[in-house]
């Protein structure tokens, strides 16, 4: 009786064994996922999932470097057995890595890890999920932003975004071209626009903000700005502010260019407006330094005007009255 007490609890305990083997399986052939489990010595597939035959075919017994992948001639050089594992054989825990398998070329997230199979044999189960798409979408994302970039990066004008809170989102290259100040100085603060404003300028900055602020059309301003060297630099600022597909206030998109040059051209061509000093004789004109210039390269060097030369009637009958004569006789 004892005998088949023993016998019958080795029974149920088999019937248990094989019941919780099966539902293992079970779970193991549902997921879409390859799950496979190799011996880490001799390389032989010990297991697969019923998803991982569909792509491979019935590849158990065989060498994994000779039926998952393609083109080895020995052990993948990329095959992760030694990270599984520390120098005493002691498994480390899962390992997580990304491959283009080179069967079917698609993209993998693998989680290995080192486990004791069924008979004693230390094996890597690798868990591997097909992020093919997600890895397309994101090369396609990196690509796009790239050459969004690209163009925000080498634009001539300081370029920037700003979040609701007036936090520095983007700020291009060229704003230490224009203030003197590096991106990650102005990163730092999102005071320092306001900051190298010239003081002059910042009721009109102020008044400007607060429009944009409450959401108003604003127009675009001029303003000047003290440069960190402390030079003082005339700005064309445009700006307006941007929303998302769903509406969403993304904050301020806004860009600023230095127009120093031309404000100055401005004030020279006022010059011009005044007396100048001009021979009554050959018409030359005293430039501020004493120097007389010929009076088209006078104004072509303090205005955005540019000369023609022509002969009038006049200087024509007296540098070429040979022309004339036939002219003059019929007059008399």
């Known amino acids: ?9 080795f029974l149920c305990s088999r019937k248990r064994l094989d019941q919780a083997q099966e539902q293992l399986l079970i779970v193991l052939n549902s997921l879409d996922a390859i799950v496979y489990v190799a011996d880490m010595d001799s ?6 999932n019923t998803y991982t035959e569909n792509i491979f075919g019935d590849v158990t017994g ?58 004693g044999r230390r094996a890597r189960l690798e868990i591997a999920t097909d992020i093919t ?16 970039r690209m163009v925000a990066d080498y634009a001539y004008d300081w370029e920037y975004w700003r979040d609701q809170d007036e936090n520095w989102l983007y700020i291009s290259p060229s704003c230490e071209t224009i203030t003197g100040y590096s991106p990650e100085e102005m990163y730092s603060d999102k005071e320092m626009l306001k900051k190298i404003i010239h003081p002059e300028d910042r009721e009109n900055w102020q008044t ?26 005339w700005i064309h600022h445009v700006c307006r502010r941007v929303f998302s597909k769903d509406g969403r206030n993304l904050g301020v998109r806004g860009s600023n260019r230095d127009i120093t040059k031309r404000m100055q051209l401005n ?7 005044g007396f100048l000093p001009i021979c009554a004789s050959c018409k030359k004109i005293r430039d501020d330094q004493g120097y007389w210039n010929q009076i088209e390269s006078y104004i072509r060097d303090h205005s955005e005007a540019q000369f023609s030369h022509s002969i009038c009637p006049d200087c024509a009958r007296k540098l070429y ?11 008399e």
């Open 267 to 273: 004030e020279e061509i006022k010059v011009l407006r």
């Open 208 to 233: 400007h903000a607060h429009a944009m602020l409450e959401g108003g059309e604003v127009e675009p301003m001029e303003f000047r700005i003290i440069a960190k060297n402390g030079e003082t630099r």
């Open 1 to 9: 009786m004892k005998l088949l007490s023993t016998v019958s609890k």
């Open 321 to 331: 009255p040979e022309m004339f004569k036939e002219e003059d006789k019929e007059n």
């Open 133 to 148: 798409e997600r890895k397309q979408f994101l090369d396609k994302l990196a690509k796009s932003e790239e050459r969004f």
């Open 43 to 48: 390389y032989e597939i010990l297991f697969v």
């Open 62 to 119: 065989k060498k994994c470097w000779q039926s998952l992948q393609a083109n080895q001639t020995g052990p993948c050089p990329f095959c992760t057995n030694d990270k599984l594992v520390d120098r005493d054989g002691k498994p480390t825990g899962t390992y997580v890595w990304q491959w283009q398998n080179t069967v079917n070329n698609c993209w993998y997230e693998c989680r290995d890890r080192a486990i004791t199979w069924f008979d």
